[in-house]
Each structure stands twice: as structure tokens, then as C-alpha cells.
């Protein structure tokens, strides 16, 4: 993994000392070996319990329960926890196996182990599917954060990030645990400024061309947590959406008036509201799964819906 996966530069170089006789002494080896071993614990933490957005409980591999408080965050603001630890909670669904990666601190006065804590992932649909949510924010760096692809198949999730980049938590410096601060800091400014977006994208109320900018502007509106639960949503149950999402569609990008996205959509031959938010919302499901949004095969429903001839390709 690439930047929370990294050692720590060695503090000292060797130095190399010749001795009578021929013999050489490599000075600072212990150092070296430090460095070398530093990295993510390699055994598996199995999760027991979320208490809170910072504290888990897990199963160590001793057998022994162990309490782990998540090093450099705090809530983005203290009416946030809640929601952050939901959200700690909707992530870590289904994925109960951890991987601690210590910093210089290893326990609190309280016992409790400090640790940037790694979720693992199989590379399932469920997986796929959030990865791909969390890519629209255009960060170059996504991988940087999230870990990469290993031989064996897994992901690395790392939750302390996540939840910064999920604007629910912010970093905090908590000497002498600053591994990772300058990482963190950099999500903390990020998504304060994705932040700032959307409530810039809310305010001014822009209206999007086609569907291509429909997929950009909800996913600013969108937080994490409703895209994640509507791109889990079974295709056969968006239906559900139409009195909820489909309903504000209808009403932020004026389906319902004149507006240059319904006229978008009458030049493709579909004018009623419904149809046209349904078809951005199923486009945009598919969009988000990584599946073929079959424009043609929806616009050919609505129209023998409505008995008008279905158009070619």
C-alpha cells in the first residue's frame, strides 16, 4: 500500500567502522530491523462490537478481548459522532477481520489499543460497488488512502481515513502518534473543500445538460451514506425511490418546467417527468455498479409504455 502503508524513514544512516584485523561493524542494524518490521500487524483482529465512531471491540489472536481506539481523528464536529459512528457501522457490515498498524504510542492511559485500523476486503460486488462510489470525489490519490490490490485478493480499507473522507471526522494531532498526520490533514482539508462544493452546487441550483452531469451533481448532493445504501439497492426495487429522490429530481432541475435537462430528454422522445427521473436515477444505479446503463432499452420501455413507436439505435 502506498502512503498509510509506508515505513517511517530511518532516523540514523548505517555507518560502517573498520576494526584491527579486517573485521567491519555495521552500527545502527537495530535501527534498520525497526524499520523493516514496523508495518501493519500481521496477525487478524476479529471485530466483536462497535462502541462509538473511535472505539471498537475486537477478538485479538491471543483470544483475549481487546478495546481499540482509532489514533489521529475526532469528530468533524460533536454533532456528528452519531452519524459517524453509523457510518462506521454500515462500512464495517459484513466485514468483521482487522489489521492494526501501530504508531509509537501503542496504549492509552486507559488500556485501550491505539491503532489506524485496516479493514479487509474481498474483492466482491459489495466492495466494487463502494470503491467506485468514492472515486467521483476525483481523487487522484484514492488508492494513496484506501490500499491496493494484493496478491491474495483483498482490499485494505483503512477506517481512521475513511471517515475523515467521509467529512464525519477531521484529523487530530495526538503526540507522539503523528505517523500519519500529514496524510490525514490532507483528507481533512479535502473534504472540507468537497464540503464547500456542494453547498456552492446546492445554492446555486444548477441544473445538469444530460446524464453524463446528472451523475456529477448528485453526487455532490449526495453524502457517502445515501449513495452507498442506493447503489446497494436491488435494480428491481428503485421504485421506492420515485416519492423520495425522484420527487426532489423532479424538483431541483425543473422536470416538470421547461428546463434544458427536460429538454434533453424530449429531444431523445421522453417528456413525462416520471419517466425522465426514473431513467436518471436507474442510469445512474448502473452507472455507479459499473454496469452498461442501456439508454436505448429504457427510453424503448417508456415510449411502448406509452404507445408511441419505439425509436432505433
Known amino acids: ?16 567502522r573498520s576494526r584491527p584485523g579486517g573485521r567491519i561493524l555495521l552500527v545502527g542494524i537495530s535501527a534498520l530491523l525497526i524499520t523493516l518490521v514496523r508495518p501493519v500487524d500481521a496477525a487478524t483482529y476479529v471485530l466483536q ?20 481506539r482509532l489514533t489521529g481523528i475526532e469528530a468533524a464536529r460533536p454533532d456528528l459522532e452519531a452519524k459517524a459512528e453509523a457510518y462506521l457501522r454500515t462500512i464495517l457490515r459484513g466485514h468483521d477481520q482487522l489489521k492494526l498498524e501501530f504508531d509509537r504510542q501503542q496504549r492509552d492511559g486507559r488500556g485501550r489499543l491505539l491503532a489506524y485500523v485496516w479493514a479487509v476486503h474481498r474483492r466482491d460486488a459489495r466492495w466494487l460497488a463502494v470503491n467506485r462510489v468514492t472515486m467521483h470525489f476525483d481523487r487522484d490519490g484514492l488508492m494513496e ?12 480499507r483503512c477506517l481512521n481515513a475513511e471517515l475523515i473522507r467521509s467529512g464525519f ?19 481533512t482539508r479535502e473534504a472540507q473543500e468537497r464540503r464547500r462544493k456542494e453547498v456552492e452546487a446546492t445554492r446555486k441550483s444548477d441544473v445538469p445538460r444530460d446524464l453524463e452531469e446528472c451523475y456529477r451533481a448528485l453526487k455532490l448532493r449526495l453524502r457517502q451514506p445515501e449513495l452507498v445504501a442506493f447503489m446497494n439497492t436491488a435494480e428491481e426495487e428503485l421504485g421506492r425511490y420515485d416519492a423520495g429522490l ?9 422536470l416538470s418546467q421547461d428546463s434544458e435537462l427536460r429538454q434533453y430528454f424530449q429531444g ?12 436518471i436515477l436507474t442510469s445512474f444505479h448502473r452507472h455507479l455498479n459499473g454496469r ?13 409504455k406509452d404507445g408511441n413507436t419505439p425509436s432505433g439505435d
Open 1 to 16: 500500500m502506498k502512503a498509510l502503508m509506508s515505513n517511517h524513514p530511518m532516523k540514523r544512516p548505517l555507518k560502517w
Open 49 to 68: 462490537e462497535v462502541i462509538d465512531y473511535r472505539t471498537l471491540v475486537v477478538l485479538a489472536p491471543s483470544g483475549d478481548e481487546e478495546t481499540i
Open 145 to 156: 488512502y484506501w490500499g491496493a490490490d494484493k496478491d491474495d485478493g483483498l482490499q485494505y
Open 169 to 187: 471526522a477531521r484529523a487530530a494531532v495526538f503526540p507522539p502518534n503523528v505517523l500519519y498526520q500529514k496524510q490525514l490533514l490532507t483528507l
Open 246 to 254: 425522484g420527487n426532489r429530481l423532479r424538483d431541483w432541475w425543473g
Open 268 to 279: 431523445l422522445g421522453i417528456a413525462d417527468p416520471l419517466d425522465i427521473s426514473r431513467i
Open 292 to 304: 452498461d446503463i442501456r439508454l436505448n432499452e429504457q427510453m424503448q420501455a417508456c415510449q411502448k
